[in-house]
């Protein structure tokens, strides 16, 4: 089993930053990458980013420029460098350890993002 556990967040004023961090233990054999979801209020769940086990990152439009995933193999922690941070940006953001069969098979607690205007 994975285990995946979540710290930082918490509240920012807008253009404000905030790093994120997943730890992950147990058993990482099989997973191909870590990913970050975020979701706000009455909205669904959406990707943000992710970075895989070769260290290939992935962005969502919207986030591209204000956003970095990056990982610290030695640590087995992903970070989410969040810049430029925006009202809209205010969600309980989430970190995902994806198997090489493209599904999820653990995540973190989720951790509260607010960004006030």
């Known amino acids: 089993q994975v285990q995946l556990v979540q710290s930082g967040g918490g509240l920012v004023q807008a253009g404000g930053s905030l790093t994120l961090s997943c730890v992950a233990s147990g058993n990482m054999n099989g997973i191909d990458a870590m990913d970050w979801y975020r979701q706000a209020p009455g909205l669904q769940r959406e990707l943000v980013a992710g970075?895989?086990?070769?260290?290939?990152?992935k962005y969502v439009d919207a986030m591209k420029g204000r956003f970095t995933v990056s990982e610290d193999n030695a640590k087995n922690t992903v970070y989410l460098h969040m810049n430029s941070l925006e009202p809209e940006d205010t969600a309980v953001y989430h970190c995902?350890?994806?198997?090489?069969?493209?599904?999820?098979?653990?995540w973190g607690q989720g951790t509260q993002v607010t960004v006030a205007s």
């Open positions: 970075i895989t086990r070769r260290g290939v990152t």
């Open positions: 995902a350890a994806l198997s090489d069969w493209g599904t999820y098979i653990a």
